[in-house]
């Protein structure tokens, strides 16, 4: 009997334990480490996230910020000619976002594929002066170089080309000429087009950019998408399991009526980031804005995604027989405003105006003060763009 006692005893020990387990309150979770921005994990997601229309895929993009510290985020550029807003602006608040959060950023100035592409007529110092004029203009408006770099893509791959031109053959062995084709897109050509040696071997080389630069992000626009996507496939050819993550941001539309997209070859179809007061008030007020109608309204647009962004308000400025003055700092409530027609575009108009203008002062003061940014511009506005 003693023995079952004891038996009985121990098992009654056991279960006791168990219930104050059960009882018990949770061990608290490990608290966060500190990031060197100063900001939770879940503040750098979400300021990441915010500058794209498109993530592949969130839950990778949440893994990287929480494993790696300083993470790489690229975005390469054709030098072609003038710069417009969304590449001047957007991209400032983009890069800007990604560097509080965390971020190095590496431009990659894309000189060789911009000769690829035909660009200033295949001239590759015209196309290496346009990439220094656009570097000038990011510093002018206020882009935070702290953590950003400017690479040449002709002198980058003359310092390791063996490295280079082994991943361009490897992706294009492992790719078909028609998965090369659809990437075409890239380069504002058409699938259909008829394109040139060199716009085939294009694709392959940018996809071999986001691993000659040990990018964890590619931050570039939607129409980049599918070269970004071809670089995420390749991982899965090579096995490679941490594939870049793709950030997309929206692409503006031209001011026009029906231009899907800002053209550097149409002055009219958007601001550039030297035009003059006169220049911007003139644009905006010819820009397609039909009243109450928010749904492919370009000069909705820019408020949303420059104008918003860059102040976090926007300000409309108008008679008491028209409503009064009245700032909007919630997009949503500008929209339903503008829907209803208690916000008019005779009075959206120039307050757009306004505050591009604002934005805008500081990168024409440099280009008129500044004596070298002054001779870069006079030379790419004498130059004539090619597509």
């Not at 203009?137 to 310092?159: P, R």
């Not at 001011?255 to 958007?270: H, R, T, Y």
């Not at 990168?363 to 006079?378: I, P």
Request: proline content about 6%.
């Amino acid at each position: 009997m003693s023995g079952e006692t004891s038996a009985a005893n121990a098992a009654a020990e056991e279960v006791q334990k168990l219930s104050v387990q059960e009882g018990a309150p949770p061990a608290a979770p490990a608290p966060e480490a500190p990031h060197p921005s100063g900001l939770t994990l879940e503040e750098r997601f979400q300021l990441c996230r915010s500058v794209a229309e498109e993530c592949i895929n969130d839950d990778e993009l949440r893994r990287l910020l929480q494993n790696k510290p300083v993470p790489v985020a690229y975005d390469g550029f054709e030098p072609s000619g003038r710069m417009h807003i969304a590449q001047g602006v957007m991209k400032c608040i983009n890069v800007n976002k990604l560097t509080k959060a965390g971020c190095n950023f590496k431009f990659w100035v894309a000189d060789w594929f911009a000769q690829l592409n035909n660009k200033m007529g295949g001239d590759l110092k015209k196309i290496q002066t346009v990439g220094k004029y656009m570097v000038e203009v990011w510093k002018a408006v206020g882009m935070d170089l702290s953590k950003v770099e400017f690479l040449s893509s002709s002198e980058e791959i003359n310092k390791r080309p063996d490295e280079y031109w082994t991943l361009v053959m490897d992706i294009a062995r492992k790719n078909n000429l028609k998965r090369i084709l659809r990437c075409s897109q890239i380069m504002g050509r058409a699938e259909t087009d008829d394109l040139s040696a060199a716009q085939i071997f294009y694709p392959c080389m940018q996809c071999a950019d986001i691993f000659f630069l040990k990018a964890d992000i590619c931050q570039l626009g939607m129409d980049q998408r599918k070269v970004n996507v071809l670089a995420r496939e390749y991982c899965d050819d090579i096995k490679r399991k941490l594939k870049p993550i793709i950030l997309s941001h929206r692409m503006m539309p031209g001011l026009l009526e029906g231009q899907e997209k800002m053209s550097k070859s149409d002055p009219n179809s958007a601001i550039f980031m030297e035009d003059s007061e006169t220049d911007v008030n003139s644009k905006i007020k010819k820009a397609f804005c039909p009243p109450q109608v928010v749904a492919g309204n370009p000069c909705i647009e820019y408020i949303k995604y420059i104008i918003m962004p860059w102040f976090g308000k926007f300000e409309v400025v108008r008679p008491e027989a028209n409503g009064g003055n009245k700032t909007y700092t919630d997009m949503a409530d500008l929209e339903a405003d503008y829907n209803s027609g208690a916000l008019h575009p005779g009075d959206l108009k120039p307050a757009l105006s306004k505050a591009l203008n604002t934005i805008l002062q500081p990168v024409r003061d440099h280009f008129e003060n500044n004596a070298e940014a002054k001779e870069l511009l006079k030379k790419v506005r004498s130059y004539k763009v090619t597509k």
